[in-house]
């Protein structure tokens, strides 16, 4: 029997090479077989009926689509289920190159490797796929703006997200939650849709749902924040009382991707929970799932995902890492201080403010409670420093931003 390539086939019947490799993983092509990491398709082997024009009339026909998972974060999802394996799991999509290719650079972006994920990226846009293919990829190219603190990239990054091929409302309503997701990174929630602020997802694919919990978690968090540094008003509302009603809702949902062997999102979901305890005085439970995270990071070495709560998380992930591993903590430190300089200039550029980098740990959580509205005396006795030393602290924070303490908030 004589063969061509699938590149070859491709050519010949006038379609991209990705939609040969979907047609022969889901076996469409009579006696295509893989020899090593390549389709082979017998010559004169017939085409297949296109089942693309059925997808515009009937969203869950998508034979044009080889990801295996309708999300815009493969990575959130059970492709990647158990801790120290991630190299198995890359290896296990070898029947799908496209979504290979952006689960590991997925990974590399979790383990603070953002050259290589900002490359792949780079790559996938350019090949203008699938859809999901091109969310995912804005989606990881944002990521990486932030990392970099270009404003430019990040703006680009949503472009990209928008100029996706939707086919349906389903799609439509992904798109623009990733758009809104990609706000709510630099804790901008205003712009989710209503459907999503009630925790309604049906309008999304059941494969998000992983992902679109991690930012619900998050809206959660910034919701909270936001009344208690009034920012927001509640009516019957008001402090550190939201906050403290969170855990409710983030710890079934952890319980939940745990059931669903969604490893990263555990791990964002654990790390979002410790941060509310945190803020809710409740270090015993903030410790737990800070421990829980750690365990499930550092066997893949997913540092730069620890990095990321390095802001909000201060002295207590410091703690908790040093006691585990200190040569781990030395290297989420040094990706926290590129992580928390690009966070800090974008966020500053796109909410029109000056966010300060200059805080040791200690003035940071100091001005954090002052925002929150507690007294010298509260402060003092939470994170066990005398009451000169808070006043001495809120001084240093006042002189760096040259903001009352009323207004620190709007500098964290």
């Not at 089942?51 to 044009?64: M, S, T, V, W, Y």
């Not at 270009?150 to 758009?179: G, N, T």
Request: glycine letters at 6%; a positive charge; aromatic letters at 8%.
């Amino acid at each position: 029997m004589e063969w061509n390539t699938a590149q070859e086939t491709a050519a010949l019947w006038g379609v991209s090479l990705r939609y040969i490799q979907a047609l022969c993983q889901k076996g469409k092509i009579e006696g295509a077989c893989r020899m090593g990491r390549d389709w082979m398709i017998p010559k004169g082997a017939l085409r297949p009926a296109d089942g693309r024009k059925k997808a515009q009339n009937h969203p869950l026909i998508e034979n044009d689509l080889p990801m295996p998972r309708k999300t815009p974060f493969l990575h959130m999802t059970d492709l990647y289920s158990a801790s120290g394996k991630a190299e198995e799991c890359i290896a296990a999509l070898s029947a799908n190159p496209e979504a290979q290719i952006l689960l590991q650079a997925e990974i590399a972006y979790s383990r603070g490797e953002i050259g290589k994920a900002y490359d792949v990226a780079n790559e996938l846009l350019n090949q203008k796929g699938g859809f999901y293919a091109m969310i995912s990829a804005g989606m990881l190219l944002a990521l990486c703006a932030i990392w970099r603190g270009d404003l430019a990239l990040w703006r680009k990054a949503k472009i990209h997200i928008a100029e996706a091929p939707v086919k349906s409302d389903q799609d439509r309503d992904i798109a623009a939650f990733s758009i809104t997701a990609v706000d709510s990174m630099l804790y901008d929630v205003s712009a989710f849709p209503e459907w999503f602020k009630m925790g309604r997802f049906e309008p999304l694919h059941h494969d998000a749902l992983p992902a679109v919990k991690v930012f619900y978690a998050k809206y959660l968090y910034a919701s909270a924040y936001a009344v208690a540094t009034k920012e927001m008003n509640l009516q019957g509302i008001q402090g550190l009382s939201l906050m403290g009603m969170i855990p409710n809702t983030l710890e079934p949902m952890i319980s939940q991707a745990m059931a669903d062997k969604a490893l990263i999102s555990e791990i964002y979901l654990r790390l979002t929970c410790a941060t509310v305890y945190h803020n809710s005085d409740n270090d015993e439970q903030a410790i737990y799932h800070i421990d829980r995270a750690i365990a499930l990071a550092r066997p893949d070495r997913l540092y730069g995902l620890l990095a990321e709560y390095c802001r909000v998380l201060s002295h207590l992930l410091e703690q908790r890492l040093t006691l585990a591993d200190p040569s781990a903590w030395e290297q989420v430190n040094r990706l926290y201080r590129i992580y928390n300089e690009g966070w800090s200039k974008l966020s500053g550029s796109v909410r029109g403010r000056t966010i300060i980098t200059t805080l040791s740990q200690k003035e940071r959580a100091v001005a954090k409670l002052a925002a929150f509205g507690m007294k010298n005396g509260e402060i003092a006795a939470k994170l066990h420093m005398s009451v000169s030393a808070v006043k001495q602290a809120i001084s240093n924070v006042a002189a760096k931003t040259g903001a009352s303490r009323e207004n620190f908030a709007a500098f964290l």
